[in-house]
C-alpha cells in the first residue's frame, strides 16, 4: 500500500503539579516498554522532554513530538492530569489524537501512588467539549501498562484514516451516467472533513488518453498485466489499450495531485467510455485499488472515499461491490442452509463488473462486460475481471452525504460464503447476520445507494470510530442491530 499513511505516534504524559511526577513519568515508561515488547517500536515515540505541567510545557512537548515526525499524539494521564494543559496540547496538534489513563497498580501503595486518572479523565472529556477539540477515547480508556498498549495499537488503524482524509484529493471524471442519481455526490461534506476534489471532464481524460498512444511503457505494464492475469488472460488483445489507459491515470494522479499526499479516483465506464475509449477499464481500477489508490466505478465520489478509509483501516485492498440480487432459493436449500448458521434474508449477493482485485478473487479471468454487450459489440466492452471472490470475513461499509448535505454511514460485518456464484462478474455470496431488516430499516429507509464498499476482514469497530471522529452523529452511523434491538421505523407487529 503506496497511498495510505505511515504513523508515528507521539506518547506525551501529563501530571496535575499537585501528584507526584515520578507517577506519569515511570508509567509512560512502563507504557513504552509494554508497547515495544508486543508490537512495532517504530509505530510510537516517547517525550523525554517534560511531563506536561503547564502551558509551556504543553509548548515544549508540542514542538518536541512535532520535530520527531509524529504525525498522530496520545495524551497519557499518569496521573490526574492539567485539564487545561493537556487539552491546549490536543488543540494545538494538527493530526489524529487520543486520550488514554493510567489504572492504579496495586492496594499496597494507595496513598503517594495513587493517581487519580480515573477522575482526570471525566475532566479531560469536558475541556476537550469547552474547546470543541475532537479525539478518540478507547471504550475504556483506563487500564495497566499492557491494557494501553493495546488500545495505542487499536487507534493506529483510525489515526491512519483521519490522517489520510486530512491529506486525500479526490480525482473525478465526468459527471454520473444517465439514470444514476443513486450515486449522488453533494461535494460540501467532502470540504468538512478535509478531503479536496478535483472533477474534470471525461474530453479532458480522453485528450490525456491519447497522449499516451505511443508511451515506451506500454509492454512492460503489458507483461506485468500478462504475469498477474496468468491463465485468466483470455483477452490479451486489449491489454495494450488498457495499459495505456492505467498510465494515463497514474500520469494524472502525479501531475493532479498538488499539495495533497494521497489520491483517489471516481472513474466513468459507460456509456459513452466503451464506444470511445474501445474497452472497459475495470481491471485497471482493480490494479490500481490494488496498490492502495481507490478507483470507483460510475463517478461514485463517496464510493471512493469509503473505499480509501477501508484501504487505510486495514492496509489491504477493498473494493466498491453493487449489494445486487438475491441468493436463489434452490441455491439457499443446496449450498447454504443446514451448513452455516444464516436463514434466507441474511444472504445476498455482492457484484460488480469486473474491479475486484486478483488478490481478493478465488479464480479470475479477463472477460467482456456481458451487461454493456447486450446492447454494444463485445469488443469494445472488454476489460473486465470476472471471478468469484474468495470466501472469508468480510466488513460492508459505507460513508455518505445525503441530498441535503449531512453525513451518514453504516458498518456489518458479515462473510463471504463459499458457494459458487454461478453467475459472471466479480461476484460473492455474502451473509450478513439480520440482512433482510438492515436491507430495509437502514438502506432502504436511510435513502442509501446500491454500492457498497467492502473490506476484508472484520474492521467494523475501527470504521465506526473512524466515522465517529470525522464527525457522523452517532445516531447516523447505522449497523445490522440484533432482533432484540429493533429499528425505530420498524413494524412491531410484523
Not at 365 to 378: D, G, S, T, V
Amino acid at each position: 500500500m503506496n497511498n495510505i499513511p505511515k504513523i508515528k505516534l507521539g506518547i506525551v504524559a501529563v501530571s496535575r503539579d499537585c501528584f507526584p511526577e515520578s507517577l506519569s513519568v515511570n508509567r509512560r515508561k512502563a507504557l513504552v516498554a509494554a508497547y515495544k515488547a508486543k508490537y512495532d517500536a517504530e509505530d510510537i515515540y516517547e517525550c523525554p522532554i517534560c511531563i506536561v505541567e503547564s502551558e509551556i510545557h504543553m509548548v515544549q512537548a508540542l514542538s518536541d513530538i512535532k520535530a520527531a515526525g509524529c504525525n498522530a499524539l496520545c495524551v497519557y494521564l499518569g496521573n490526574f492530569g492539567p485539564e487545561i494543559s493537556e487539552t491546549l496540547l490536543a488543540k494545538h496538534f494538527e493530526g489524529p489524537k487520543m486520550f488514554v489513563a493510567a489504572a492504579e497498580e496495586s492496594q499496597a501503595d494507595l496513598l503517594d501512588g495513587r493517581g487519580d486518572a480515573y477522575c482526570g479523565m471525566l475532566n479531560a472529556s469536558y475541556n476537550l467539549k469547552l474547546r470543541n477539540i475532537g479525539a478518540y477515547i478507547p471504550e475504556y480508556p483506563v487500564g495497566d501498562a499492557k491494557e494501553v498498549a493495546d488500545m495505542i495499537h487499536e487507534f493506529l488503524p483510525i489515526a491512519r484514516a483521519v490522517e489520510g482524509l486530512s491529506n486525500l484529493k479526490i480525482i473525478s471524471f465526468g459527471p454520473r451516467p444517465q439514470n444514476f442519481l443513486a450515486c449522488n455526490a453533494p461535494i460540501k461534506q467532502l470540504y468538512n472533513i478535509g478531503v479536496e476534489i478535483e472533477e474534470n471532464s471525461e474530453l479532458d481524460l480522453f485528450e490525456a488518453f491519447h497522449k499516451h498512444a505511443k508511451d515506451a511503457r506500454i509492454p512492460e505494464v503489458v507483461a506485468d498485466m500478462e504475469k498477474e492475469l496468468g491463465a485468466g488472460n483470455k483477452k490479451p488483445e486489449v491489454l495494450a489499450k488498457l495499459a495505456q489507459y492505467e498510465l494515463t491515470l497514474l500520469d494524472w494522479v502525479e501531475e493532479h495531485k498538488g499539495y495533497r499526499k494521497y489520491v483517489a479516483i471516481a472513474g466513468k465506464c459507460w456509456p459513452a467510455f466503451q464506444t470511445q475509449f474501445g474497452f472497459v477499464p475495470c481491471y485497471v481500477n482493480s490494479r490500481l485499488t490494488g496498490r492502495g489508490i481507490p478507483v470507483s466505478c460510475e463517478v461514485d465520489i463517496y464510493g471512493v472515499l469509503s473505499e480509501f478509509i477501508g484501504t487505510c483501516v486495514s492496509q489491504d485492498a477493498v473494493t466498491l461491490l453493487d449489494i445486487n440480487n438475491s441468493v436463489p432459493k434452490d441455491m439457499y436449500q443446496e449450498a447454504i442452509e443446514g451448513k452455516f448458521d444464516y436463514t434466507h434474508k441474511d444472504t445476498f449477493m455482492g457484484f460488480h463488473c469486473g474491479n475486484t482485485c486478483t488478490t481478493k478473487l478465488a479464480f479470475h479471468e479477463m472477460k467482456y462486460q456481458k451487461i454493456m454487450a447486450r446492447n454494444l459489440p463485445i469488443e469494445v466492452t472488454n476489460g473486465t475481471l470476472e471471478g468469484d471472490l474468495i470466501p472469508g470475513n468480510i466488513t460492508f461499509y459505507r460513508l455518505q452525504s445525503t441530498a441535503d448535505n449531512k453525513l451518514r454511514a453504516y458498518v456489518a460485518q458479515g462473510e463471504v460464503l463459499p458457494v459458487a456464484t454461478k453467475s459472471f462478474g466479480g461476484i460473492g455470496v455474502f451473509a450478513i447476520k439480520e440482512m433482510g431488516r438492515f436491507y430495509r430499516h437502514v438502506l432502504i429507509e436511510k435513502n442509501y445507494p446500491h454500492h457498497g464498499a467492502v473490506a476484508f476482514g472484520h474492521y467494523g469497530k475501527s470504521l465506526f470510530e473512524v466515522f465517529k471522529y470525522i464527525g457522523v452523529p452517532v445516531e447516523d452511523i447505522n449497523y445490522n442491530q440484533p432482533k432484540s434491538l429493533p429499528y425505530p421505523t420498524e413494524n412491531p407487529f410484523a
